[in-house]
């Protein structure tokens, strides 16, 4: 019975963790997603002026740091993008858990004094 408290209590305390950490992941992936859209905006930008400077202005050697720089943002997104997907799956294990410790639980008599409810 102490084992199962102590496996409820852990269980509960990862929960918000776990939708704190997927929330800061989707935060900073939709940073990404602003980043890299900025960056082929100044891109698109600077071949635009490249174009139309009557005076030969090297502009590549910048446009490459900015696609260098929007690959490394995908990267990082991709990256995130599997982190969210692992803790999501880690919120449903997560939750399964409690569902089967709650149903054994309430099969064997149901909870112990102290425990929240349903």
Request: proline share 3%; aromatic share 4%.
């Amino acid at each position: 019975a102490a084992r199962e408290l102590f496996a409820e209590g852990l269980l509960q305390f990862l929960r918000p963790a776990v939708r704190q950490l997927d929330g800061h992941v989707h935060a900073v992936r939709e940073s990404q997603v602003e980043l890299r859209e900025h960056i082929e905006s100044l891109a698109a930008e600077l071949c635009r002026i490249t174009e139309e400077q009557k005076v030969a202005l090297e502009l590549e050697p910048y446009v490459k740091k900015l696609l260098n720089a929007r690959r490394r943002v995908v990267l990082v997104n991709n990256i995130l993008q599997n982190a969210q997907e692992r803790l999501r799956r880690l919120n449903h294990s997560v939750a399964k858990e409690t569902l089967r410790r709650r149903a054994l639980l309430e099969a064997a008599g149901g909870y112990p004094q102290g425990l929240p409810g349903k």
